[in-house]
């Protein structure tokens, strides 16, 4: 399946959140960068942001990949990939990197989380759009006096527990970012963001385990996607925003 072919942009996105803080020695950065590189020349772009580093991709045709380091996390990202194996190939070799050019030990993970992300330009009130999409047959639409008011914010956040003991959990998020002043979308706004996490919570017991905790987090991901959130989310604000409903 092409999730990119449902909406305007879709990511794959990863993060290792860590406990402590990573070392910032310019060898151990470019040392780390550079190995990236060579297994995807098309990274060779290094650049330095606010309380981040990053190794990036140049921009064709909306598609790039990115690595990036901050004070507690080192977060990879692959925006509209030809295939989830394209992203994956990404997110693997951090793991399998990371852990020895930055001295991450098993002990120093917080989570491990994976994020599929699926982006909608929209040129109306983008939170009208979702609560017309997901919310208007349910009692929360009782909320809402549609002849003569306006919804300004309708972005739902569920999270469940996929394990008795809650250490692998998924979220399901919508950011719209309206503002309360704000009549619709234009141009230049921002776009509805659906945002698919799912995390597994607590410690790693060895180095190999990254990369299985990494395969066990996709198979949640695509499982979710597929069988929930594209049918039921994706879908239905996809075709509010084609239809005008």
């Known amino acids: 399946m092409s999730y990119g072919a449902l909406c305007s942009d879709f990511y794959v996105n990863q993060k290792i959140a860590l406990k402590l803080d990573l070392p910032g020695a310019r060898e151990t950065v470019l040392d780390m960068f550079d190995r990236i590189r060579r297994e995807l020349p098309q990274m060779d772009r290094f650049r330095r942001y606010e309380g981040e580093l990053a190794l990036e991709s140049p921009d064709e045709e909306r598609s790039y990949c990115w690595a990036a380091l901050r004070q507690t996390s080192v977060r990879s990202g692959w925006v509209n990939p030809e295939s989830l194996v394209q992203a994956y190939r990404l997110h ?58 306006t ?23 919508i950011k719209t970012r309206g503002r309360p002043n704000e009549a619709g ?10 945002y698919l996490t799912v995390r597994h919570l607590g410690t790693l017991r060895a180095i190999e385990d990254f990369t299985t905790a990494f395969a066990a987090l996709a198979g949640h991901a695509e499982r979710l996607a597929e069988q929930r959130v594209i ?13 005008g409903g």
Do not use: W
Not at 125 to 135: E, H, Q, S, T, Y
Not at 155 to 168: K, M, V
């Open 92 to 149: 693997r070799l951090i793991l399998e990197t990371a852990p020895y050019f930055l001295s991450i030990s098993p002990l120093d993970v917080d989570h491990l989380e994976l994020v599929f992300g699926f982006d909608f330009e929209a040129e109306r009130n983008r939170d009208a759009i979702v609560f017309n999409a997901l919310l208007a047959d349910t009692p929360l639409a009782a909320l809402v006096d549609s002849a003569s008011e």
């Open 185 to 194: 979308g234009g141009p230049n706004a921002e776009p509805i963001s659906i």
């Open 151 to 173: 919804v300004l914010e309708a972005q739902p956040l569920i999270g469940i527990a996929l394990d008795e003991d809650r250490h692998t959990q998924a979220f399901l998020e």
């Open 231 to 243: 049918p039921h989310i994706v879908v239905p604000i996809r075709e509010a925003i084609v239809t």
